[in-house]
């Protein structure tokens, strides 16, 4: 099975994010680079189903320069190659899905893994959008996904429980947690990814629109909620919280 | 220009909060925009749920029917409302960012060719919104450009809309739906069985953490307190990734967002993720034994303690002061 696997760079999510005083950014001086946590799932998802089943696992993602590091970090981790798609500004949800929609058309994959979301921009967009463009089957926020020749069945983390779907292939699978606890990275596995093949195009070159319908005017910080005061013992809280919060 | 269709979730019949918020967050932009706002109910038969959403202070609602609507399905869902959305010419598609919400929207977003915005918590007069992005640490201003514009809010941030004595008519539709082009299958769906309230809907939340330390305590330990607060349970991301407790308890950046009267974390550090979930509820009770914990950070009341013995003390209060 060909699985494509896109992938997004984003902030340690560790990291103590503070606004630029212009509003225009986030300060990235001291901000570790990593993969999006989810596509890490993702990237963890599609090795395990070509050990069962061979194939191959191939990396896209669509960014600035430095990009090339998480894709590198995915290649060491056991995909086969990858492709950076090349692009220095700004994208909506719908530009980046029409973007993997291209290529997902020259590659022909068999599914498409990825994170339900980035936890930079928070959206939940990219994985659905695709789907619609391709015209596919999607499969969000996965925790169990089980093939039987080109049948794949996935189950879902919805509120209140557990769904389960099916579909034919090909198709977009969003990953959540619980799905599988991605794999540390080699070192052989970090020596063999510097030889792997890491394709580059310019984002301008794919005949794609490219203009965002969605733009990021400003940020600001959230309003801060003050700290409150410690309480000695259980018998004071219990009486705090009914005599002056009056919450129970 | 100017009007606005929501999406009205029912669950068997009847309208979680969340829906009745995202009503409310409907008729607030239709205000704004000047338009008018209808409730969409989806299904094979929901006729009599939107003469029911119709009593919330729309102006009409509309009841979409098609046999391929029976149980939730991205696709037929998306087909369906975008063909609804191109007959009626309206100009914002709003849904709460529940599951359904997440899932559905961006694909509608999709198919319209149509921005989208998640999970907003504020609109603006001059038509813009408010959304958090990095965990809840960067508010960002966002302007949707297009005639269509696709919109998720988060439940937390508006009010539920209110029944009044007089109901708005309901149009029935049927869908136009291409059941050839439709290629997924609702297979089952597993409730977790609960009578505790739901997350979502709960005046009081105790949620607890990895210092729980295991499944089993959640079960010996929490969840008394959680029954005797008559509370819903929640857990951070770190109880949820050790398999203490299902992914549907996760409050957090990538779990469910609330805002309860009162929310009490047990074992939990306050890690950023978590926070992003959990800070705007009005009280916030921390119940940890170290006393650096960032979660002190934005509690109001914050105890320093084992929370082994802290929990069953703390239902025998509880348990006082309800028979006092």
């Known amino acids: ?93 719908l530009a980046i899905a029409r973007i993997l929609a291209k290529v997902a058309t020259d590659e022909r994959p068999d599914l498409i893994i990825m994170g339900k979301q980035a936890i930079d921009d928070d959206a939940n967009q990219v994985g659905q959008m695709l789907a619609e463009t391709l015209g596919w089957p999607q499969a969000t926020f996965a925790s169990k996904v089980e093939f039987a020749e080109r049948k794949c069945t996935v189950v879902r983390e919805v509120d ?28 052989p596995g970090i020596m063999k990814a510097r030889k ?53 | 220009m100017g009007d606005v269709l929501v999406l009205a979730e029912q669950q068997e019949g009847r309208f979680p909060k969340t829906t009745l918020v995202a009503v409310h967050a409907g008729l607030e932009l239709a205000a704004k925009r000047g338009g008018k706002c209808t409730a969409v109910v989806l299904g094979e038969n929901p006729d009599a749920a939107a003469g029911e959403i119709a009593k919330y202070g729309v102006a009409k609602a509309i009841a979409l029917s098609h046999a391929a609507l029976k149980n939730y399905l991205a696709d037929a869902y998306a087909h369906a409302l975008a063909a609804l959305v191109k007959k009626t010419g309206t100009e914002f598609v709003l849904a709460t960012a529940t599951a359904v919400g997440k899932d559905l929207m961006p694909r509608l977003a999709a198919r319209l060719d ?122 951070s991301r770190a109880a949820v990734d050790a398999g203490f407790v299902p992914n549907d308890l996760q409050v957090g950046q990538t779990g469910k967002v609330v805002a309860p009267e009162l929310y009490v974390a047990v074992g939990i550090s306050g890690a950023i993720q978590h926070l992003a979930g959990m800070k705007d509820s009005k009280i916030i009770v921390a119940i940890n034994k170290d006393e650096e914990a960032p979660i002190f950070s934005v509690s109001d009341f914050g105890l320093v303690a084992d929370l082994f013995k802290a929990v069953p003390e703390m239902v025998e209060e509880v348990k006082k002061l309800k028979h006092a």
Do not use: C
């Not at chain 1, 005083?21 to 993702?42: Q, R, S």
């Not at chain 2, 029935?172 to 997350?199: C, G, H, I, Y």
């Open chain 1, 1 to 93: 099975m060909k699985i494509l696997v896109p992938v997004k760079r984003v902030p340690d999510p560790a990291t103590t994010i503070r606004v630029l005083p212009d509003g225009l950014g986030i300060a990235t001086d001291n901000v570790k680079w990593v993969i999006n946590p989810f596509d890490e799932i993702a990237i963890e998802e599609a090795l395990r189903i070509k050990e069962k089943q061979s194939g191959e696992v191939v990396l896209v993602a669509v960014g600035q320069q430095a990009w090339q590091e998480q894709l590198r970090t995915g290649l060491a981790m056991g995909a086969d190659r990858a492709i950076f798609i090349r692009n220095d500004t700004a994208l909506d949800s």
């Open chain 2, 114 to 235: 149509a921005p989208m915005a998640s999970e907003i918590t504020a609109i603006n007069d001059d038509g813009t919104f408010i959304r958090p992005t990095y965990a809840g640490n960067a508010m960002a201003t966002v302007e949707l450009d297009g005639p269509v514009k696709v919109l998720t809010v988060r439940g937390t941030a508006f009010d539920a809309a209110k029944a009044g004595d007089a109901a708005a008519p309901v149009e029935k539709v049927a869908a136009e739906l291409d059941a050839s082009a439709l290629k997924m299958e609702f297979v089952s769906f597993n409730a977790t069985k609960s009578d505790r309230p739901q997350l979502t809907e709960a005046r009081i939340v105790v949620s607890g953490g990895r210092g729980l330390k295991s499944g089993d305590n959640f079960k010996t330990v929490l969840e008394p307190l959680v029954d005797e607060m008559g509370a819903a349970m929640g857990a």
């Open chain 1, 160 to 187: 209140g429980g557990l769904e389960t779907i099916a579909f034919q292939l090909p198709a977009v699978i969003t990953t959540d947690l619980r799905l599988n606890e991605p794999r540390y990275a080699s070192l």
């Open chain 1, 196 to 248: 792997k093949e890491l394709k580059e195009i310019a984002a301008d070159s794919l005949g794609v629109n490219l203009a965002p319908k969605l733009k990021v005017k400003t940020l600001a910080a959230p309003p801060k909620r003050q700290s409150g005061r410690k309480v000695g013992s259980v018998a004071e809280l219990v009486a705090v919280l009914h005599t002056e919060a009056k919450v129970i």
